[in-house]
């Protein structure tokens, strides 16, 4: 079992930047995929951008180009830089790792998941 323990979230004007970090309590560098998802109130939990350790990474439509997934295996942290962010991007994000892969990730549910932090994004 791993912790992971998810920072940097907060209140920032659109167009503003966070930086999220999820620190995990052990190696992560048996943990083949790791993400975040993100969810609002009454809305399913959907997953924000994803990374391996074979490089692969994916990100969802609506953020590609202002978000970025990054992951440093010595420092047991996983990043989510956020760039230019709208209201719609409020919501309480989450940092999830899973031993097999990103579909299975998504499909099935993370073998882990952080508490959440909250962003939210003011107008």
């Known amino acids: 079992q791993v912790k992971l323990v998810e920072s940097g979230g907060g209140l920032v004007q659109a167009g503003g930047s966070l930086n999220l970090s999820c620190a995990a309590s052990r190696t992560i560098r048996s943990i083949n995929a790791l993400g975040w998802f993100r969810q609002t109130p009454g809305k399913q939990r959907e997953l924000v951008a994803a990374l391996t350790l074979a490089g692969t990474v994916e990100y969802a439509d609506c953020v590609k180009g202002r978000f970025t997934i990054s992951r440093d295996n010595v420092k047991n942290t996983l990043y989510l830089q956020m760039n230019n962010l709208k209201p719609e991007d409020t919501a309480v994000y989450f940092c999830?790792?899973?031993?097999?892969?990103?579909?299975?990730?998504?499909?099935?549910?993370?073998?882990?998941w952080g508490q959440g932090t909250q962003v939210t994004v003011s107008s």
């Open positions: 999830a790792g899973d031993d097999a892969n990103i579909v299975t990730m998504v499909r099935y549910g993370a073998d882990y």
